[in-house]
């Protein structure tokens, strides 16, 4: 047995392949936090205009006499086209890394909203969608990569700062809409433009840094990634990752996608209103974020995995039965608890297959994609026949799927 091969497993399990890693060649002192803030803010401004499709849904249902059923559709498109493309770029980056390739990323995300603004038909607003999809296929996989590069080996702390960068541009998006976009209509859209091109320009910044710091270095050979796991080890993992991303993306579907409506139907919130509850919901989804990952550092990723999916369930299932007060208390302790799982999630699997950090991170946001966009369509068609009270009450049980993270590995040693 090699010494690389005796390396044991932390308390929790956590894979320990990682060191040698040829993606992550991060110096071993302290992170790059100039990088960190840059990527983080960057991933704000886009999830920013990703976020305004959504807080804009009771504008364009208005204005297209949309059904909840197209409602779901277009978050299916957006959400589709991410998903699709995350892993395919995933994958072409980890073997020809392509640092320019950001700042287009959020230009196709500028396209996207541009058409949003001035879309004519329901059938644009579906191309907008795409384009911000588009946008998002390009941005997350090769970000991820660049915030595990300036993490300085912290791997889950840089995680963190980069996804609560994208749940704060999330959360902000509905409080914008209901500045701007419900009292000026939809055209208003266009003025977050300007966003868009101060994300073009902190990403050159970036693609600078890992242009000159990482791809220049490329050429040199790199040792060898050794996995920590037997490879059917490593995709029983996986499986099991990636169901507890379903679970927790087609239940956040639910609340994202219908909880305005649920708010205006059950409670008789008016639009402005019901934003910002659902800003409530997604400032504690971006706080559970920046928490998740620092204390899967400290404590090891499986109990922070285990906790923030299952110990979600309790909350779910009475949120159906609360009045305004109690809706809004537990829908922030959903979000604050739900939303430190990927972090855990995303650095654990990139644990478990070094080296293909581009792949498995577009795998992950792509499949988190997907199933948003999936959840919002086929929950979309269960409200267009039931209610969304009764969706809600029936997404409630997502969260008991959190018990399958008991099946990732304990104590496993490859020979």
């Known amino acids: 047995m090699t010494t690389s091969a005796a390396a044991s497993l932390d308390a929790s399990a956590t894979p320990t392949g990682a060191a040698?890693?040829?993606?992550?060649?991060?110096?071993?002192?302290k992170p790059a936090f100039g990088i960190l803030a840059g990527i983080s803010s960057s991933h704000m401004i886009?999830?920013?205009?990703?976020s305004l499709i959504l807080a804009m849904y009771p504008i364009l249902k208005g204005e297209f006499s949309l059904s909840f059923t197209q409602i779901g559709l277009i978050t299916l498109t957006y959400q589709l086209t991410a998903s699709l493309l995350q892993p395919l770029v995933g994958l072409f980056t980890d073997r020809r890394p392509q640092p320019y390739s950001?700042?287009?990323?959020?230009?196709?995300?500028?396209?996207?909203?541009?058409?949003?603004?001035?879309?004519?038909s329901f059938g644009f607003v579906l191309l907008a969608a795409a384009f911000v999809g588009i946008g998002s296929s390009i941005f997350h996989p090769e970000s991820s990569r660049i915030a595990r590069l300036a993490s300085g080996g912290q791997h889950g702390f840089a995680q963190s700062v980069f996804q609560v960068g994208g749940n704060t541009g999330t959360a902000i998006g509905p409080l914008l809409a209901a500045a701007v976009i419900v009292p000026f209509g939809q055209r208003s859209v266009a003025w977050f433009g300007l966003a868009a091109l101060l994300g073009i320009v902190l990403l050159l910044q970036v693609?600078?840094?890992?242009?000159a710091h990482h791809v220049a270095k490329a050429g040199r050979k790199k040792p060898a990634a050794a996995a920590p796991y037997p490879p059917k080890v490593v995709m029983g993992a996986i499986a099991v990752l990636l169901v507890l991303i379903f679970s927790k993306y087609f239940y956040v579907a639910g609340i994202s996608s219908f909880y305005t409506f649920y708010l205006m139907e059950r409670f008789g919130l008016t639009v402005q209103n019901a934003q910002l509850h659902l800003f409530f919901f997604l400032f504690a989804s971006a706080l559970g974020t920046l928490l998740g990952g620092p204390v899967?550092?400290?404590?090891?990723r499986k109990p922070v995995i285990w906790v923030s999916i299952l110990g979600v369930a309790p909350f779910a299932l009475l949120l159906p039965h609360a009045d305004l007060f109690w809706t809004t208390a537990l829908t922030v302790v959903i979000g604050l608890v739900l939303s430190s799982a990927?972090?855990?999630?995303?650095?654990?699997?990139q644990e478990l297959m070094p080296g293909k950090v581009?792949?498995?991170?577009?795998?992950?946001?792509?499949?988190?994609?997907?199933?948003?966009?999936?959840?919002?369509?086929?929950?979309?068609?269960?409200?267009?026949?039931?209610?969304i009270a009764f969706v809600y009450q029936t997404i409630a049980y997502l969260p008991l799927l959190g018990v399958v993270a008991a099946l990732l590995p304990k104590g496993t040693r490859r020979d």
Do not use: C, E
């Not at 040698?20 to 002192?29: G, I, T, V």
């Open 20 to 29: 040698s890693d040829p993606a992550s060649l991060s110096q071993k002192s």
């Open 46 to 50: 886009n999830d920013m205009m990703q």
């Open 102 to 120: 950001l700042p287009f990323g959020m230009m196709s995300t500028l396209i996207g909203l541009m058409l949003l603004a001035f879309a004519p």
């Open 207 to 211: 693609s600078r840094w890992y242009a």
């Open 296 to 300: 899967g550092d400290r404590i090891g």
């Open 342 to 349: 990927f972090s855990a999630i995303l650095v654990y699997a």
């Open 358 to 387: 581009g792949m498995v991170s577009g795998l992950f946001f792509g499949f988190a994609f997907g199933m948003g966009g999936l959840g919002a369509a086929v929950l979309g068609i269960f409200a267009d026949h039931t209610s």
